[in-house]
């Protein structure tokens, strides 16, 4: 089979038809019952961003093709899967651009790069999760190298169907909450789509097993490398993936995206001069950027990086949603505010528009929402200027970060007591369930408020003032001075539970504020 753009793009049309069909199914089932599923949405955002790449390329090469495709994956991609798949299309299509026909053997291929350029994209790789199913999928093409190419595609579906259902064996979070993962079963769809278009058969639905999805389990850490290091690489012929494993001996936070004449390399090592010989011997290197980490200094190429006179030397770029929110943030010093968070998560494209229009050397990025950190850090990797991302994975953490930002000092210097402060607050919401569950011993019916406090449920119940009572008295459990109560777009009535606290906690200082998120009628933060 030799695939021409016409095709190609006929087979993305399917896949994202496939999964837009399901994408309500996704988003409205996880293992948290809050209303944030948006794994369906950010998955297909981002395959839509591939779809409207291909809709404007006139590549007829099967390299331009691939190039063009990886590129609208990256740049769209939402959320920590649409990341991760965002890798995934990388890992493919450099495989598939590689090669004149597309046999079995090259499907296996392509998909054992895929689940390759996936587990790379993750620093601790977690089974149960979209990771697994990529790698199945590998496995099952792998052991068919010998049939048909529609016969592979078609073995895939139940192959991903049985390693969607094997996801809570591998992780305790989907285990307990009786789901299976989301990313994975969003994966799964996009494959059903492929195979459906690819062979013209028409593909069974998803077993009835597989309706219950849950979120994604991956997880980042601070890099506790020394040189933040930053360099373009251009030539001709350029290997990325030689570049890349040879660049995974020197650090962590690797990030090596780009085509044949060009690549943009983003690691964390104590060997800054070994990345850059790498790249010397690859090809010409150019728009190197070093942040020495610990002694708190920005280098370009050897020489300081000195901050203009007449603006900022470092800007923030903060991730929000909800008007009171958003002039919070501006008020103590935000430059951007990217409109975005729970369900409506920005792509990588969004986040680096707004990197790139500070009015500043060097940037902090504020996500607000642990599932936008994978896109801020893919955002960071591809920026111009040195980025810091501060994980802040709420909008009161990330309210908290920004009281100790000053704009004349660096993104290194502020990032360190920005990440202190956000290690240092306790945040807490109070919705309404989405379904029914048990969850850390806490039996929550759909509908009933739902309370939780650093991520973990810890009340549910009809009663507003006692599910939030209980949420504060769990953040309010160790020394505190102050607490801030943030109300959303239907504000709850408060003054019943103002007045609890006052009698309870006469000690800590209370701060209210209109927040105007949705879905959240009220945000808390202790510190």
């Known amino acids: 089979m030799t695939p021409d753009l016409d095709a190609v793009r006929g087979w993305v049309d399917a896949s994202l038809a496939s999964l837009e069909a399901s994408r309500q199914r996704i988003d409205d089932l996880n293992v948290y019952p809050v209303p944030d599923g948006d794994t369906g949405t950010n998955l297909t955002l981002t395959v839509r961003s591939l779809r409207d790449s291909l809709s404007e390329s006139e590549a007829e090469e099967r390299v331009a093709i691939a190039r063009d495709v990886t590129r609208g994956a ?79 595609l078609l073995s895939l579906v139940p192959r991903g169907e049985a390693a969607v259902a094997r996801t809570p064996q591998q992780l305790d979070v989907l285990r307990e909450a009786g789901v299976v ?43 506790l490398y020394r040189y933040c290091t930053v360099f373009l690489v251009e030539g001709e ?6 570049l890349e494993e040879e660049l995974e001996r020197l650090g962590d936070s690797l990030l090596v995206v780009g085509d044949a004449t060009a690549l943009k390399v983003h690691v964390h090592t104590d060997d800054p001069g070994k990345a850059l010989s790498l790249g010397t011997a690859a090809g010409t290197i150019d728009r190197v950027e070093i942040a020495n980490v610990h002694e708190q200094a920005q280098r370009r190429e050897g020489r300081l990086l000195v901050a203009l006179a007449d603006r900022p030397r470092t ?91 000053d704009t004349e000092r660096s993104a290194v210097e502020n990032a360190a007591e920005m990440r202190e402060a956000v290690e240092a607050v306790s945040t807490g919401e109070v919705t309404v369930a989405s379904r029914d569950v048990e969850m850390n011993g806490v039996a929550i ?28 008295e769990r953040l309010l459990a160790g020394p505190r001075g102050v607490l801030t109560l943030l ?41």
């Open 315 to 405: 800007g923030v770029v903060a991730v929000v949603v909800g008007d009171g929110n958003r002039r919070l943030f501006q008020s103590l010093g935000a430059a951007k505010i990217v409109e975005g968070g729970q369900t409506m998560n920005p792509s990588t494209a969004d986040l680096l528009a707004a990197i790139e229009s500070v009015d500043g050397d060097e940037v902090l990025l504020l996500p607000n929402n642990s599932n936008v950190i994978l896109a801020a850090e893919q955002a960071a990797g591809l920026a111009s200027k040195p980025v810091e991302v501060i994980a802040a994975d709420s909008i009161p953490a990330g309210l908290a970060a920004m009281v100790p930002f």
């Open 445 to 472: 019916r759909k509908g009933a408020w739902l309370g939780l406090a650093d991520g973990e449920a810890v009340a549910g119940g009809d009663d507003f003032d006692e599910v939030a009572g209980a949420v504060v």
């Open 181 to 223: 993962d989301a990313g994975g079963a969003g994966l799964l769809e996009l494959v059903r789509g492929l195979a459906a278009g690819a062979t013209g058969e028409e593909i069974p639905e998803a077993p009835a097993a597989l309706e219950a999805v849950g979120v994604d389990a991956i997880h980042q850490e601070q890099s």
């Open 74 to 152: 990256l740049m769209g991609a939402r959320g920590n899967s649409g990341v991760i798949l965002s890798q995934i299309v990388r890992g493919a299509a450099e495989a598939l651009g590689e090669v004149e026909r597309i046999d079995a053997r090259t499907v296996a291929s392509a998909l054992r790069s895929a689940s390759a350029a996936a587990y790379r994209a993750v620093r601790r790789p977690v089974e149960g999760t979209m990771l697994s199913v990529i790698r199945e999928l590998a496995e099952e093409a792998e052991s068919r190298s010998g049939a048909e190419v529609r016969d592979v």
């Open 237 to 242: 012929s350029l290997d990325r993936d030689a």
């Open 487 to 527: 109300t959303g777009d239907e504000q709850p009535q408060l003054d019943a539970l103002l007045e609890r606290i006052a009698k309870r906690h006469p000690e800590v200082e209370l701060d209210v504020q209109a927040g105007g998120q949705p879905h959240y009628p009220l945000l808390l933060s202790a510190e």
